[in-house]
């Protein structure tokens, strides 16, 4: 099974700052139909996880602008370029090319 | 707006079943592969099981494998999730999703005697 690990586990950062959180994957993730199969959820506190990122860079409708995706391969980042107070929570990234789809651990980011 | 809207959960005993269901809207429904993920309150998401756009092929977690089954009617724009010899490790909340939409409210399956 494909295993997706997350770094940091947790992330404090000041409003206005940037925040990024890698996540590596143990296979490639380019299929090849030419895309790469590599996803981002955020789970605010007490809510069901929302998709941020498809496809590694796509964001998804209504996503601000200041969330970006990037990577290829088995090494992948999501950027906040500008922490606001509502992206607390627990981000995910997952890959949905092998069987079966996986998770990483999660990271959660705090605001201070 | 799209929507996704689980149903079916509760409380059942080991041994039990239950059947989940997931009413999708404001997307292509028949369009998209759709999955279940779960999650026991305080730890992180885990696959369960996906369903291909015309139902033909399904997959899933070796943890289920045998004992849950996935499936869809895309006239009604709904899929399932027939879970028997539920187990208390299976006690989680269930998502239904896609991967380019998003994930339902969840609901919760509690298996215990």
């Known amino acids: 099974d494909i295993v997706m690990t997350q770094t940091p586990l947790s992330l404090s950062v000041t409003p206005g700052q940037p925040a990024s959180i890698s996540c590596k994957s143990s296979?490639?993730?380019?299929?090849?139909?030419?895309?790469?199969?590599l996803y981002w959820f955020l789970q605010k506190p007490g809510q069901s996880p929302q998709l941020l990122i498809y496809?590694?860079?796509s964001r998804f409708s209504g996503v601000p602008d200041r969330f970006s995706g990037s990577g290829s391969g088995t090494d992948f980042t999501l950027k906040i370029s500008r922490v606001e107070p509502d992206d607390v929570g627990v981000y995910y990234c997952?890959?949905?090319?092998?069987?079966?789809?996986?998770f990483g651990g999660g990271t959660k980011v705090e605001i201070k | 707006e799209v929507q996704l809207v689980e149903s079916g959960g509760g409380l059942v005993q080991p041994g039990g079943s239950l059947r989940l269901s997931c009413a999708a809207s404001g997307f292509t429904f028949s369009g998209y592969w759709m999955h279940w993920v779960r999650q026991v309150p305080g730890q992180g998401l885990v696959w369960v099981s996906r369903i291909s756009t015309d139902g033909s092929s399904t997959n899933y977690a070796d943890s289920v494998k045998g004992r849950f089954t996935i499936s869809r009617d895309n006239a009604k724009k709904t899929f399932y999730l027939q879970m028997n010899s539920l187990r208390a490790d299976d006690t989680a909340v269930y998502y239904c999703?896609?991967?380019?939409f998003g994930w339902g409210h969840g609901t919760l399956v509690t298996v215990s005697s």
């Open positions: 496809e590694t860079s």
């Open positions: 296979q490639n993730l380019l299929y090849s139909d030419g895309k790469t199969y």
């Open positions: 999703g896609s991967l380019y």
């Open positions: 997952m890959q949905g090319i092998y069987v079966p789809p996986s």
